[in-house]
């Protein structure tokens, strides 16, 4: 069935460091790939989206591309600032109702 | 600014008590659903609404039952709360069930503790 593999937490950086979280999935056909995240105390909130292959989703300076060859859509930010910290989730929905989620990757900022 | 509201952000209940949660949005939107989130598993879904009054089942349904009597309000009943059930609830609604449109939004979750 289809699934999405996440790098497990937490990752500690400090300020202004690259962000790389790595995704990978299985689906059997052409799903679209999703990022969330979770703010402490928060619900989850979109953060991007990419619906077919090579498309590049960004927000807030983040972005992922979606790699058809490679089945991944890992998550970068050019310098991470300490409001970054969170937990951020991939996902996928492929013809249905039903997104299929990561296990979420905590994320901790140091000053 | 969209909105979904749940009605607890913490709860305490003891082994066998029937156990209410209510979720809210104001969006209009037709699909609802509870999932609940538990650490390393990331969120799995609970049940899921695309009318009123329908419901679906979805990864785990086992022990819990739903109801959608109006649109914007969709509650989770745990009929006899067990301590495996212990963990954050999040309810979501979304405007379409296709991948495409399948942006949901989230409540700020409840925590609940069973003892």
């Known amino acids: 069935g289809n699934s999405v593999t996440q790098m497990e937490g937490p990752v500690t950086l400090s300020e202004e460091a690259f962000l790389t979280i790595n995704c990978t999935y299985t689906?059997?056909?052409?799903?679209?790939l999703f990022w969330y995240v979770q703010y402490p105390g928060e619900g989850l909130q979109l953060l991007l989206k990419?619906?077919?292959a090579d498309d590049k989703g960004s927000n807030k300076g983040f972005e992922a591309t979606y790699r058809k060859e490679t089945t991944s859509f890992h998550l970068e930010k050019g310098s991470v600032q300490v409001s970054d910290s969170a937990v951020y989730f991939c996902a996928l929905s492929e013809g249905n109702y039903q997104l299929i989620w990561g296990a979420g990757t905590k994320l901790i900022i140091k000053p | 600014d969209v909105k979904v509201t749940q009605s607890s952000r913490y709860l305490v209940k003891r082994t066998g008590e029937k156990v209410f949660l209510e979720c809210v949005q104001d969006?209009?939107?037709?699909?609802m659903f509870w999932y609940r989130q538990d650490p390393g598993l990331g969120l799995r879904l609970i049940y899921f609404?695309?009318?009123?009054?329908?419901?679906e089942k979805g990864d785990i349904p086992e022990g819990y039952s739903v109801s959608r009597e109006k649109k914007e309000r969709f509650s989770l009943i745990l009929e006899s709360a067990s301590t495996n059930q212990t963990s954050m609830y999040l309810c979501a609604s979304s405007l379409e069930l296709t991948p495409v449109y399948n942006e949901q939004f989230f409540g700020p979750g409840t925590r609940l503790t069973v003892l």
């Open positions: 990419a619906t077919k």
């Open positions: 969006m209009d939107h037709e699909n």
């Open positions: 609404s695309y009318d009123v009054k329908m419901k």
């Open positions: 689906a059997t056909g052409y799903p679209s």
